[in-house]
Each structure stands twice: as structure tokens, then as C-alpha cells.
């Protein structure tokens, strides 16, 4: 190699510290699934290194991260497949000015004038699916592009996706599997609840739910699919363009995103832009651009690719929404679970269509990590498009006299020592006895999707808890009309209705009482599938977790929980205590409902929506036991779309797919049928 003069050193050594950054962001996000920065700022320092590529393209490496598909890192333990036409990844670009010049570079290399289809960017990861005669018979990661990891089982747990297509075509297809706003949430949640990292990014959260040597975690994480891409379509599919292409791709049964437009120039393409932007918090599941694809086949054969990526299809990246604001405190929750988690209280402000205070700062080491000190100035991203996080400090703006913030060590509730229990990023208090931990407790055991015991609220638990009345669940069921009078605004009406709605609980069917326990990773679901199996709570507290685990769609994490939870003596004493305050211990709602002959009978329905009448669980409940099952996502195959008020995406596909639609009244009328 010849020798390099100053100014060649010098741009080397930034490529090299550049090459060193990126590969260790891009194993984070890929391999880990965990990324540590923002997309846009790995966007900016890769930016910088496939400039520095233009300028000195001798220095770059073979290995260098610019010649690599994203997604390199493989997970040793799910087998591996090949993809004989290799997954690519896109360019970007991140400005009109940017898209016009890739816009003219198109045109230029042809004389009569195109026509581009736009997309929705999903954020998701890549995936193919193989169908050989109509059958799914392969699924796939994109991996390096060349080799993928093979996720068959997994993808058959996602419900959008056919197994069977409309028409016995052999073909590869490719999308994005994503997961959906609302379960990214509720994931996040619930990971926090149990003390573990969060996912960052709902991108992140679909592929550490995709990429699983556990087919039961994939389905228990609700994903949804949007595809948009087939291996030779002008011989597998018979079309000619790529917005035909999402026709036929809808056509044979496969879920495709219903926004997409031609476009055939700048301002079409910047007012597609605008509308996207606009809509974005209003989807259901996060996008972070939008993809132009020339949409002539024939014409895209022609461009062809680099080795990385389509020369006809270019991303342009929605500029990052952020906020500044100030931190004024931080609080400290104790949950249910006993952890013990730090939220960022901040002077509000207005980001992505909301106004924004709070931001969960998820565990101690998250908070010390980004040294986030009272006073501080902080930019506010929305995680996923949804969930207000903290990206960075300001640190120009720190006050001189901030402190760095002290971790506590007592529970700020009962004041016991807290621990950090081993692998977890939780703080927790461990005091069984701790009242915020019973107060949470109690509440969920009375809540609706539990004993449903209507008028058993936070407040109303507090005041029991300083009264000394309860301190286990089973307490409730002892009480006494003369305990309840002298809560504050309780009168006589209040204090008998109390009273019977706790009586009424005792004779639900037990799938109740076993989420109401709040055992770890027991949701409501999994709790009615474990009653329904084994038929009491007897025979569930003696089961081991292998037993609980070979119910389909229950795995051993549950299945340990559940065992765990039964084997420790103040279990199996609530357990006694319970059944001798009379409260049923046997699964008793099915099938005594089940009316077959109803007219929602083998249907699947979706809700969407705010409604008013029943509450989502309660109408799921009810569509259940009239034999309809209830989807979270629009497919083909959805018979019907429920739609309550300010419906958003679902509405539009199920208009798009021809689905039949009712209002929440209509649905009502027809419950009597
Ligand atoms: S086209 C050769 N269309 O974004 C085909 N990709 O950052 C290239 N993505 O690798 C992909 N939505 O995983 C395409 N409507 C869309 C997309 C999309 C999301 C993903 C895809 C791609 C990545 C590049």
C-alpha cells in the first residue's frame, strides 16, 4: 500500500474510529436487539462515513460496515438459510433536496417519464416468506442479505399471515413484521412491571419477539405483517408494477399496507410526504419514512443494485421529533411486583401531537447511564412514535449546582432496604408486607379483568390498608358492613353495593381469581387457557411448570411462574383461606354459554375504537362465548370490524379489504340475535 500523506491519515483514522462505532451500534440493534442511541443519530455518523467512502474510497475496508447488509449478526442457535437473491437493504436520504437529486439520477437514465410508488417505511424487521404451491413452506430473517435465520415456526404463530394462499402460486414474498403500537406499550409495560430492560423501539420489540427459539413467546407477542416485495414478480405474480403488485400481494390473502399512492414527481411525492407525517400518530403501528420505488419492473431490472442496495428505491427518513424541557422532579413507584421504578416529572411540552410531562426513566442504571439530574435540560423523543423518552441531556444548559442524582436505597413507601435482584434492572422492594405493593395488589385482584369487583378502586384499598382491615386478598371477602360505613363517603348504599359485589365475586369462574393473584407473567388470557385446562385451582397449584408449559400457547416462563407462586406456604395458605371464605376455585365459564347456533357463530371479528357501552374486554368476552373469535388485527379473512369512535388505521384497511363494518349500536342491536 503507498504511503498515505497527512490529510489521507488523518481521514482514516476517522474512518476507522467511525467503522468502530457504527459496527458496535449496528450489533446492538441487530444482534442484540437493544440498541444505546437514537436511529438518527447512527444515521448522522454513518452519513459521515460513506461520505469520507466517496472521497477516499482506498481507505474502506472489505469488512466495512458501508459494504454490509444491516442485520449481519446471526443468532447462533436458530438454523440458518440461505436467500439465492439476496435481501437488500435502502439507501436514504434525509431531505427534499436529497430526494429531488435521487429523483433526477432516475430520470436522467431514461427518456419517457416515470412514475414511483410511495410507501409507508414500517418499522419492523425484514422478512421472506417461500410459498410452493399456495403452502408456506420457509420462513426467513434477512440476516446479512445472503444467509437468514430461519423463524418458519415462529412466523406460522403470527396471525395475519396465511399458511394458505387464494391460488397455488410458488412464490417468495418479503415484508416487514412489525408490532403494533398498543402491544409495544403494553410489552413495555409489562417488562417493566417484571424488571426487565424495555424494548427500544417497536422495530427492536418485533425482532426479539420473532427471533425465538420459542414459538410461544412469537405468539404471545401479538405481531402483525405488512408485505410489499416478491422475488420476480413479472413471472411468479404476472404483474408489471409494484402498485399492482400490493393488489395482487392483498388478492392472494397476504396482509399489505393500504396507503400507498403513485406518484411521478417531487411535489406529488413531498405532498404524500406531508399527508404521511400528518397521519403518522395517528397509525397504529410506527413508520420512520417513506419508500420511493420506481414502479415499472421492468425498468427496475434495468437499474439494478449495488451490492447493498436497490438503485430504484430510495427511504427518505422523517426528520426526528424532539422537544426540549426542563427536569422539575423525579418520583419513584413501587408496583406490584415491588419494583421500584424513577419517572422524569418535567415542565410540559408539546411533542408529536401531545402534550408531554412525564417520561419513565425504566430503572436506576437507565437514569445514572444518561446522568439525568434535577434541573437538567433534556431532549424528548417519542420512542416507536408513542412512548415520551428522554434522548439526551442538554448538558450546555446544566445548571451549575445540578447534583448527580441519588439512587435510593429504601423503598419509599415502607422504607425496607431495597435489592437488585440478580440479572434484572430492576430496583426492588421485598417486603411482602410493603403497603404500596399490597395496595397495587389488591387493586388488580378487584379489577375488571379480575374479581371485577365494581367499587374496589385505589383510593377506597388505601383507606382499608390504614385501617388495617385487609392485608391479603382473601381479607376482602371478611369484611363487614360496619368496616365499610366509616370509610370516607361511604354511606349505606355505597357500603351494601360494596358489599355485594365482593359477594358476587366468590362465585366467578376461577380464570378470575387466578389472574387476580398477579402472578408474574400470568395475564388474562393465559390465565382462562390454564383454568380451562386443568379445571381448578387445586390441581393448577400442584401442577409442575412442564405440565403448565405443554398447553398450547403457554410457555415454561409462565409455567415456572405459576409453579413458583404455588410452592411457597403463604400461597397455599391464601389458597386454603379462600376456599374457606367460599370463594369458587373451579372453571366454570365454558362452555355453559357458548350458544353456537348465535349469528356470530365461527366468525372472526376485530374491535376498533373507543366505545361506550361495554368495555373492549367485556364485549371480547361476550363475542367469545357467542362463538366468534375476536383479532387483533384486519385480515381477508375478518368477517367483522366493530368500530367504536375515532377509529383509525383498522377502519381504513377493513373499508380497503371490503370487510363488513358496524357501529357499536348496531353491534347492540344485534346482540339479541
Ligand atoms: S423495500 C429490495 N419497502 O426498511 C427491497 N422496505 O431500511 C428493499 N422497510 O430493508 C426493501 N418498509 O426492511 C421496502 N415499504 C417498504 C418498507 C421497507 C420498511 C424496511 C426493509 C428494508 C429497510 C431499509
Not at 96 to 124: H, M, P, R, V
Not at 197 to 207: I, K, L
Not at 405 to 430: F, K, M, N, S
Amino acid at each position: 500500500m503507498p504511503e498515505l500523506d497527512a490529510q489521507q491519515q488523518q481521514a482514516q483514522q476517522q474512518i476507522n474510529e467511525l467503522e468502530t462505532q457504527l459496527k458496535q451500534w449496528a450489533k446492538e440493534y441487530y444482534e442484540q436487539d437493544a440498541p444505546s442511541v437514537e436511529d438518527a443519530q447512527y444515521d448522522r455518523l454513518y452519513a459521515q462515513l460513506t461520505a469520507l467512502a466517496e472521497q477516499y474510497p482506498a481507505l474502506i475496508a472489505d469488512d466495512s460496515i458501508t459494504k454490509q447488509v444491516g442485520g449481519n449478526q446471526l443468532k447462533d442457535d436458530l438454523p440458518k438459510v440461505n436467500h439465492p437473491v439476496p435481501m437488500l437493504s435502502l439507501g436514504d436520504v434525509f431531505s427534499y433536496d436529497e430526494l429531488d437529486t435521487w429523483f433526477n439520477t432516475i430520470q436522467k437514465q431514461n427518456e419517457q417519464s416515470l412514475t414511483y410508488n410511495a410507501e409507508l417505511k414500517i418499522d419492523g424487521l425484514a422478512i421472506s416468506l417461500i410459498y410452493q404451491e399456495g403452502q408456506l413452506v420457509q420462513a426467513s430473517t434477512r440476516g446479512d442479505g445472503s444467509i437468514g435465520e430461519d423463524v418458519t415456526a415462529n412466523i406460522k404463530e403470527i396471525d395475519d399471515i396465511p399458511q394458505t394462499l387464494n391460488e397455488p402460486l410458488s412464490v417468495e414474498v418479503r415484508g416487514e413484521v412489525y408490532m403494533n403500537k398498543a402491544n409495544f406499550v403494553a410489552l413495555n409495560e409489562q417488562r417493566e412491571r417484571d424488571g426487565l430492560t424495555t424494548f427500544a423501539n417497536p422495530r427492536n420489540a418485533a425482532a426479539g419477539s420473532l427471533r425465538q427459539l420459542d414459538p410461544k413467546i412469537t405468539k404471545q407477542r401479538k405481531l402483525s405483517t405488512f408485505l410489499y416485495y416478491a422475488v420476480d414478480p413479472l413471472n411468479s405474480l404476472n404483474v408489471t408494477t409494484q402498485s399492482e403488485l400490493l393488489e395482487k400481494l392483498a388478492a392472494l390473502g397476504l396482509p399489505t399496507n393500504p396507503t400507498n399512492a403513485v406518484v411521478s414527481d417531487l411535489s406529488e411525492s413531498e405532498a404524500y410526504i406531508e399527508q404521511a407525517n400528518a397521519k403518522r400518530d395517528q397509525l397504529a403501528y410506527g413508520i420512520d419514512g417513506i419508500v420511493f420505488k420506481v414502479n415499472d419492473f421492468a425498468l427496475q431490472n434495468t437499474l439494478g443494485n449495488t451490492v447493498k442496495v436497490p438503485r430504484w428505491a430510495i427511504a427518505y427518513k422523517f426528520p426526528p421529533e424532539e422537544a426540549e424541557t426542563v427536569i422539575q422532579e423525579i418520583t419513584w413507584t413501587v408496583g406490584r411486583t415491588g419494583a421500584v421504578t424513577p419517572t422524569a416529572i418535567m415542565d410540559p411540552v408539546s411533542l408529536a401531537g401531545t402534550t408531554v410531562a412525564r417520561a419513565s426513566l425504566h430503572n436506576p442504571a437507565y437514569l445514572t447511564g444518561k446522568d439525568i439530574r434535577i434541573g437538567d435540560t433534556v431532549l424528548l423523543h417519542k420512542a416507536g412514535d408513542i412512548i415520551p423518552e428522554i434522548s439526551e441531556v442538554v448538558l450546555s444548559k446544566r445548571p451549575s449546582n445540578a447534583e448527580p442524582y441519588p439512587i435510593p436505597t429504601e423503598c419509599p413507601v415502607c422504607h425496607e432496604a431495597l435489592v437488585h435482584v440478580d440479572g434484572e434492572a430492576a430496583l426492588r422492594c421485598i417486603n411482602p408486607q410493603c403497603p404500596a405493593q399490597i395496595q397495587e395488589s389488591i387493586t388488580h385482584f378487584a379489577s375488571r379483568q379480575a374479581m371485577n369487583i365494581d367499587g374496589l378502586g385505589p383510593k377506597i384499598v388505601e383507606q382499608l390498608l390504614q385501617r388495617h382491615l385487609v392485608q391479603e386478598v382473601s381479607d376482602l371477602y371478611r369484611l363487614t358492613f360496619d368496616d365499610l360505613i366509616d370509610l370516607n363517603k361511604f354511606g349505606e348504599v355505597s357500603a351494601n353495593n360494596l358489599l355485594t359485589a365482593i359477594d358476587q365475586s366468590r362465585q366467578n369462574s376461577v380464570e378470575r381469581l387466578l389472574f387476580g393473584l398477579g402472578i408474574r407473567n400470568v395475564g388474562a388470557k393465559g390465565a382462562k387457557v390454564i383454568a380451562k385446562h386443568f379445571g381448578d385451582l387445586p390441581t393448577i397449584a400442584k401442577a409442575t411448570a412442564e405440565e403448565i408449559a405443554s398447553i398450547p400457547g403457554i410457555g415454561l416462563v409462565i409455567g415456572h411462574s405459576i409453579a413458583q407462586y404455588f410452592s411457597t406456604p403463604r400461597a397455599q395458605a391464601l389458597l386454603e383461606d379462600l376456599a374457606g371464605l367460599g370463594v369458587n376455585l373451579a372453571y366454570t365459564s365454558e362452555p355453559l354459554n357458548i350458544t353456537t347456533d348465535s349469528i356470530f357463530n365461527d366468525k372472526k371479528v376485530v374491535i376498533t375504537g373507543k366505545l361506550s357501552d361495554m368495555t373492549r374486554p367485556e364485549m371480547t368476552e361476550w363475542l367469545e362465548a357467542h362463538g366468534a373469535t375476536v383479532a387483533n388485527s384486519v385480515s381477508k379473512k375478518t368477517d367483522l370490524l366493530i368500530a367504536g369512535t375515532d377509529a383509525g388505521s383498522k377502519l381504513t384497511k377493513a373499508e380497503n379489504l371490503g370487510v363488513e363494518i358496524w357501529s357499536e349500536a348496531q353491534f347492540r342491536d344485534n346482540m339479541g340475535e
